[in-house]
């Protein structure tokens, strides 16, 4: 018995070997395989790029959260460092650093109420407004488990204070520490 198909495959080899040599046949199965490697290469990139871009800004967030369990900075209620002095339309406030000073770079302050005034505080830095509380105009941060105190320029005092601790390389994490009310200096 005669096999048709070994014949029918051969008469289909014949004529695609007429129409296109067995080397150039070869070389687009080669080129084909190369280029699905690609593809798969590229997809696995873009996936890789998302994920670890994902896990580092949940890693940033999670130092944010680090900070507040205690709070490594916060501003003191004491009612002599902490106070609006209405004779010189100062609002003082006394902020506290606690034993992890070398993550901040500084803070951002916030005096709360219908106009709102921020200052951000580093370390060695000039603030229009903002001078220390033993009188240098050259802000200071406090060192590990000291306080320092800041005298801010305010016409009207402030409804509520707010600190954000500053990560080393400027990140701004959300507010550790509000007083509301504000005490008038005695």
Do not use: W
Not at 52 to 66: A, L, P, W
């Amino acid at each position: 018995m005669k096999n048709f198909n070994k014949k029918s495959n051969s008469r289909a080899d014949s004529l695609l070997s007429k129409v296109m040599p067995s080397s150039v046949r070869s070389q687009s199965e080669v080129i084909s395989t190369i280029l699905l490697v690609l593809i798969a290469i590229v997809a696995i990139t873009t996936v890789s790029m998302f994920i670890i871009n994902f896990v580092n800004s949940q890693i940033e967030k999670s130092k944010c959260v680090e900070l507040f369990n205690p709070p490594i900075i916060e501003i003191r209620n004491n009612p002599s460092y902490t106070c609006y002095d209405d004779n010189a339309n100062v609002m003082r406030v006394q902020v506290h650093f606690s034993e992890t000073r070398s993550l901040l770079d500084g803070f951002v302050i916030t005096l709360g109420g219908a106009d709102s005034q921020t200052y951000k505080i580093l370390n060695n830095t000039l603030v229009d407004g903002v001078n220390m509380g033993s009188g240098g105009a050259t802000l200071v941060l406090p060192a590990d488990n000291t306080e320092k105190t800041y005298n801010i320029t305010s016409q009207t005092p402030p409804e509520n204070l707010e600190i954000y601790p500053v990560l080393k390389g400027g990140r701004v994490c959300e507010s550790s520490n509000k007083i509301s009310p504000i005490n008038l200096c005695k």
